[in-house]
């Protein structure tokens, strides 16, 4: 799967729910762990000494910016934020930006933004190469009315492969509980043992705008 992203609303209708969560098949992308910083997360290394190309995965995975909360798995999140803050849109943002520069995968970039200012919306985003060569990008963005207890699911990866073959169709459809925890449970157990590296979820009650966050970090000062 590599990196993946949920969106959606809990079961009883009161949250908007998100999870984004990280992968690692090399040594540089499973050095590292997701660290909160305010409403805001970043990746930072496990390991100083052991980081080797910094550029495609220490980044902002979540930013929130007034009422509208960026979720990615790049720094695409920057380019979102940016935009937001001069008036532009989320699909203007990501007119800018392309798939990651990792040949021969060409990895996705997969983005996504709740919109908590009135209704609660949301919207996915995820940008393609267009050819194995890389040779333009392809984009496409969801826009979705939320239910109670659905989300929507996208990842970067559809199975193992040489070059990695990438997400193809509409996000999944999947299922909410109004449980953060058991949510985050749900997505951590079912994710590759070897390869999954951190997750986090958080919940926002649409109308009292309390917070709640579940961290989940696979290698810790007690792991070594």
Same mark, same amino acid.
Request: glycine letters at 8%; proline letters at 5%.
């Given at each position: ?29 499973? $050095? ?105 990008? $392809? ?86």
């Amino acid at each position: 799967m590599g990196r993946g992203l949920v969106i959606g609303k809990s079961g009883n209708g009161e949250k908007a729910v998100f999870a984004d969560f990280i992968m690692g098949r090399s040594e540089n992308s499973r $050095n590292r762990v997701f660290a909160e910083e305010g409403e805001n997360l970043r990746t930072k290394p496990f390991d100083e000494s052991k980081v080797k190309d910094p550029s495609l995965i220490i980044y902002y995975p979540v930013k929130v910016v007034g009422k509208q909360i960026i979720v990615t798995n790049g720094d695409q999140t920057d380019t979102i934020e940016e935009n937001l803050k001069k008036g532009k849109c989320f699909r203007h943002a990501l007119s800018t930006r392309e798939f990651e520069p990792d040949a021969p995968n060409f990895t996705p970039r997969i983005s996504g933004i709740l919109n908590l200012n009135g209704e609660f919306t949301y919207s996915m985003s995820i940008l393609k190469s267009a050819d194995a060569q890389g040779s333009g990008c $392809n984009r496409f963005t969801f826009d979705y009315a939320p239910l109670n207890g659905i989300g929507h699911f996208i990842h970067t990866y559809v199975t193992d492969g040489d070059p990695l073959p990438t997400f193809t169709g509409e996000p999944e459809r999947v299922k909410i509980p109004d449980d953060l925890n058991a949510f985050a449970k749900e997505i951590w157990e079912n994710l590759d043992p070897d390869n999954k590296i951190s997750l986090y979820c958080r919940s926002v009650d649409l109308k009292t705008g309390k917070t709640e966050n579940v961290l989940i970090n696979r290698y810790t000062k007690e792991s070594l």
